[in-house]
T-cell receptor
Framework: DGGITQSPKYLFRKEGQNVTLSCEQN?????MYWYRQDPGQGLRLIYYSQIVNDFQKGDIAEGYSVSREKKESFPLTVTSAQKNPTAFYLCATTRGGQENTEAFFGQGTRLTVV | QQQVKQSPQSLIVQKGGISIINCAYE??????FPWYQQFPGKGPALLIAIRPDVSEKKEGRFTISFNKSAKQFSLHIMDSQPGDSATYFCAASISGGKLIFGQGTELSVKP
């Protein structure tokens, strides 16, 4: 069953705690992305990676960190420096390269600060 | 320059009516314009996409109209159905690069 798996579906974070959101894909896609979704603000890009062992900051990278040690995996860590982390987080992939191709999304992780 | 502006933020349409969502961009280097559909609690999925060398693309009840000179593109949903109720996002990218999304439109189709 091909696709993108995000886990967990729901996550609760205490103040001052780091949490890591998982994103795994078996589409053999080169590029992976993390977006944050808040009501009325669309999808804002946090980080993206076009190749293993390389990644770039998106528009709202502050308070987040990522790694890309394997092609299949692109975990996102929400650090205690992110002051307002409550949101819906979406991982996406594209085939990569110079050609525009469809982005495939996971089912998302809803993070809540308690 | 990297922004994509989408309107309206919400839209209510009667069953059988036409839903129209508009997007505008500034960066003339954008060369790919997809629309995504998202149901509550799910990730977005590609609905239809267009490149700037055509002015219109139709897939079933869904049509993208593209106006290169005005730097605008729109999604038309003909014969809107309650099952079309979802959030719709326009987006733009340059040559396989990162997608820049609009703010989203929450569509509600009333029976």
């Amino acid at each position: 069953d091909g696709g993108i798996t995000q886990s967990p579906k729901y996550l609760f974070r205490k103040e001052g705690q780091n949490v890591t959101l998982s994103c795994e894909q078996n589409l053999n896609h080169d590029a992976m992305y993390w977006y944050r979704q808040d009501p009325g603000q669309g999808l804002r890009l946090i980080y993206y990676s076009q190749i293993v062992n390389d990644f770039q900051k998106g528009d709202i990278a502050e308070g987040y960190s990522v790694s890309r040690e394997k092609k299949e995996s692109f975990p996102l860590t929400v650090t205690s420096a992110q002051k307002n982390p409550t949101a819906f987080y979406l991982c996406a992939t594209t085939r990569g390269g110079q050609e525009n191709t469809e982005a495939f999304f996971g089912q998302g992780t809803r993070l809540t600060v308690v | 320059q990297q922004q994509v502006k989408q309107s309206p933020q919400s839209l209510i349409v009667q069953k059988g009516g036409i839903s129209i969502i508009n997007c505008a961009y500034e960066n003339t280097a954008f060369d790919y314009f997809p629309w995504y559909q998202q149901f509550p609690g799910k990730g977005p999925a590609l609905l239809i996409a267009i490149r700037p060398d055509v002015s219109e693309k139709k897939e079933g009840r869904f049509t993208i109209s593209f106006n290169k000179s005005a730097k605008q593109f729109s999604l038309h949903i003909m014969d809107s159905q309650p099952g079309d109720s979802a959030t719709y996002f326009c987006a733009a990218s340059i040559s396989g690069g990162k997608l820049i999304f609009g703010q989203g439109t929450e569509l509600s189709v009333k029976p």
